[in-house]
């Protein structure tokens, strides 16, 4: 993919808002490719996690391990999606699995990356730390939303069992 066309896909995502061309495309190359097909598992709920990646073509899934054996579908990420970021900030292990849905095209960046960058470019990477607190904020406050949802309905439930 030429720079200029991956520089303008990068800018519609929410994890480059408010950065400059320029600087998108200063970042975009540290980005690495990486390919995943259909039912490949990209990482594993519990692996260290050391990447974030971009979504340009394809899609993957989320998943975590239930205590009842199953695993529950978290997220379906899509081009233009962004994921694994909290492993740019923590060095905990991923707490869930990811598995490409179909053939799928993505863009890493490492804390390695974010490291280096921080040390050429600080107002960059206060940006996009930024972009990355907004992010997450969105995340937490739909994941209030689904377990008030999934409250109601469990209580709507037991109501009409009891």
Same mark, same amino acid.
């Given at each position: 993919m030429a720079a200029e066309e991956l520089t303008a896909f990068l800018a519609k995502t929410s994890f480059f808002g408010g950065l400059t061309p320029e600087v998108v495309g200063a970042v975009a190359g540290m980005l690495k490719e990486k390919r995943v097909s259909a039912g490949e598992q990209l990482? =594993?709920? *519990?692996? @260290? *996690? @050391?990447? +974030?990646?971009?979504?340009?073509? *394809?899609? &993957?899934? +989320? @998943?975590?391990? #239930?205590?009842?054996g199953t695993d529950a579908r978290l997220l379906m990420m899509r081009p233009g999606a962004f994921f694994g970021v909290t492993?740019?900030?923590? +060095?905990?292990?991923?707490?869930?699995? #990811? #598995? =490409?849905?179909k053939d799928s095209l993505l863009y890493e960046l490492t804390n390695l990356d974010l490291y280096k960058l921080y040390k050429s470019?600080? @107002?960059?990477?206060?940006?996009?730390?930024?972009n990355i607190a907004r992010e997450l904020c969105r995340r937490l406050r739909k994941a209030g939303e689904r377990i008030a949802a999934l409250?109601?309905? &469990?209580?709507?439930?037991? *109501?009409?069992q009891g």
């Open positions: 990482f =594993a709920e *519990g692996d @260290k *996690g @050391k990447s +974030m990646y971009i979504v340009r073509e *394809g899609a &993957l899934i +989320m @998943k975590r391990h #239930c205590s009842g492993s740019l900030i923590e +060095m905990e292990p991923r707490p869930f699995s #990811c #598995c =490409a849905e470019d600080t @107002k960059t990477y206060i940006l996009l730390l930024q409250e109601d309905a &469990l209580h709507a439930a037991a *109501g009409k």
